[in-house]
C-alpha cells in the first residue's frame, strides 16, 4: 500500500482504531502501540484493502492483533493490578454520564464488551461484528442482548 494511502486511512481512521482498542483491551498505552502496529503492517507492499471496505479491513486487523496482544508471552507476565486499573482513564470529552456508561462498558467482559462497542460506537452490523470477532451473528445479538441487561444494572439511576 502506498504511504500516500495509509495516511489517508489514518487521518480518517485512527482515533476510532484507538478506542476501539482501548474498549478492548482496558490499556490506553497498549492501544497505542497496537494501532501503531496495525498501520505499520499497511505499510507492507502486498497488503491491499477494496475501496469502500477499508474500515472494516481495519478493526478486523486491529481486534486480530488485540486477540494477539492477549495472547503474546510478555501479556502473560504477572500484571501490577493497581497500576493496570489506573490505566482505564476517561477520554478528554466525557461527562458524568458518559463516565458512568464507560466504567459500566469497561467492567463488562471482553466477549460482550467488544460487541456493544463494535454495534453503538462504531456503527457496525450485527453481520459485520460477527465478521470481524470470527463469531456467528446470533451470538452477536445474544452477547449485545446480555451486556446491556448487565450495563442496565450499574446504570438505573441514569435511565
Do not use: H, P, W
Given at each position: 500500500m502506498k504511504n500516500?494511502?495509509?495516511?489517508?486511512?489514518?487521518?480518517?481512521?485512527?482515533d476510532d482504531l484507538y478506542r476501539f482498542a482501548v474498549?478492548?483491551?482496558?490499556s490506553k498505552h497498549d492501544a497505542e502501540d497496537i494501532v501503531q502496529d496495525v498501520f505499520l503492517k499497511l505499510l507492507d507492499e502486498r497488503v491491499a484493502t477494496k475501496p469502500g471496505k477499508e474500515k472494516t479491513y481495519l478493526f478486523t486487523m486491529?481486534?486480530?492483533?488485540?486477540?494477539?496482544?492477549?495472547?503474546s508471552a510478555s501479556r502473560q507476565k504477572d500484571v501490577d493490578l493497581e497500576s493496570a486499573e489506573n490505566e482505564l482513564q476517561y477520554f478528554d470529552d466525557f461527562n458524568?454520564?458518559?463516565?458512568?456508561?464507560?466504567?459500566?462498558?469497561?467492567?463488562?467482559?471482553?466477549?460482550?464488551?467488544m460487541p456493544i462497542y463494535l454495534h453503538y460506537y462504531a456503527g457496525y452490523s450485527y453481520k459485520d461484528i460477527?465478521?470481524?470477532l470470527k463469531i456467528s451473528e446470533s451470538a452477536v445479538a445474544v452477547r449485545i442482548n446480555r451486556g446491556k441487561a448487565k450495563m442496565r444494572i450499574g446504570l438505573e439511576e441514569y435511565l
Open positions: 500516500e494511502d495509509v495516511v489517508r486511512l489514518f487521518d480518517v481512521y485512527a474498549y478492548y483491551t482496558g486491529t481486534a486480530n492483533s488485540c486477540r494477539d496482544y492477549f495472547r458524568e454520564r458518559n463516565k458512568a456508561v464507560y466504567d459500566e462498558l469497561m467492567n463488562l467482559d471482553g466477549q460482550f464488551r460477527a465478521g470481524i
